[in-house]
């Protein structure tokens, strides 16, 4: 037995989402620092990458 279905219904509700809690910002100088520290591990991280991979 087959079903036939000729229209399809769809109710939704969007609700807005939840405030994110309030964070105390961190200086200027501070964020900067903890950049840079992000940026050069990360280079660090890379060239040791590609040092590893250089040798095989």
């Given at each position: 037995m087959s079903i036939?279905?000729?229209q399809l219904?769809?109710?939704?509700q969007?609700?807005?989402a939840p405030a994110p809690p309030?964070?105390?910002a961190?200086?200027?100088?501070?964020?900067?620092?903890?950049r840079d520290q992000v940026l050069s591990?990360?280079?660090t991280w890379l060239?040791?990458?590609?040092?590893?991979n250089g040798e095989r």
């Open positions: 036939e279905v000729r219904l769809i109710r939704t969007v609700n807005p309030v964070r105390a961190l200086p200027a100088r501070e964020l900067q620092r903890l591990d990360c280079k060239a040791e990458r590609l040092r590893t």
